[in-house]
T-cell receptor, first 111, second 111 residues
Framework: DTAVSQTPKYLVTQMGNDKSIKCEQN?????MYWYKQDSKKFLKIMFS???????INETVPNRFSPKSPDKAHLNLHINSLELGDSAVYFC??????????FGPGTRLTVL | GDSVTQMEGPVTLSEEACLTI???????????LFWYVQYPGEGLQLLLK?????DKGSNKGFEATYRKETTSFHLEKGSVQVSDSAVYFC??????????FGRGTSLIVHP
């Protein structure tokens, strides 16, 4: 069973479009995260949800909006995509901030 | 705030060579310390962790010791294999659910 899954794995789109990435965890964890990894492998935390409440929002443009319908899901919606949004986006979960369990990543390419 | 500094890569070694990747941290209190590994095309996964001073984490022949006096958590392996080629991230979890990651160190092992 996949612990943390995210879809789609690849996303290619035009500038200005709106897209969503979905994430689900079946570990029963209380906290979920979104990370952005650039081409140099630098990992930047974007959001975290603890029991459906946002607890981090690191200097991320408001074009990015996380949505958590329940404790097991944390989706990422991106409006008006820009070239600089091209990256790999990882979802992760943890219990009380302990070991992070990462999804396989979504490679977003904005043309 | 919390921070993690790890040596820049890439680190290039021949098979069976010894590996050390340095990691130092700044944090208040007593953080938990982690090493994650990212194989090509995959998400990060936990390699090992330590939760208190002088603890040694180990897995797959890798080891790291939590040194509070030097605020370090260096990753070591006595004999690397080609299959160890990956990006390695040092991370800490402080007093909140917010994890802090280093910038990653790429390891390339040649046959």
């Amino acid at each position: 069973d996949t612990a943390v899954s995210q879809t789609p794995k690849y996303l290619v789109t035009q500038m200005g479009n709106d897209k969503s990435i979905k994430c689900e965890q079946n570990l029963g964890h209380d906290t979920m995260y979104w990370y952005k990894q650039d081409s140099k492998k630098f990992l930047k935390i974007m959001f975290s949800y603890n029991n459906k409440e946002l607890i981090i929002n690191e200097t991320v443009p408001n074009r990015f909006s996380p949505k958590s319908p329940d404790k097991a899901h944390l989706n990422l919606h991106i409006n008006s995509l820009e070239l600089g949004d091209s990256a790999v986006y990882f979802c992760a979960s943890s219990q009380e901030g302990d070991t992070q369990y990462f999804g396989p990543g979504t490679r977003l390419t904005v043309l | 705030g919390d921070s993690v500094t790890q040596m820049e890569g890439p680190v290039t070694l021949s098979e069976e060579a010894c590996l050390t990747i340095n990691c130092t941290y700044t944090a208040t209190g007593y953080p938990s310390l982690f090493w994650y590994v990212q194989y090509p095309g995959e998400g990060l996964q936990l390699l090992l962790k330590a939760t208190k001073a002088d603890d040694k984490g180990s897995n797959k022949g890798f080891e790291a010791t939590y040194r509070k006096e030097t605020t370090s958590f260096h990753l070591e392996k006595g004999s690397v294999q080609v299959s160890d080629s990956a990006v390695y991230f040092c991370a800490l979890r402080g007093g909140s659910y917010i994890p802090t990651f280093g910038r990653g160190t790429s390891l390339i092992v040649h046959p």
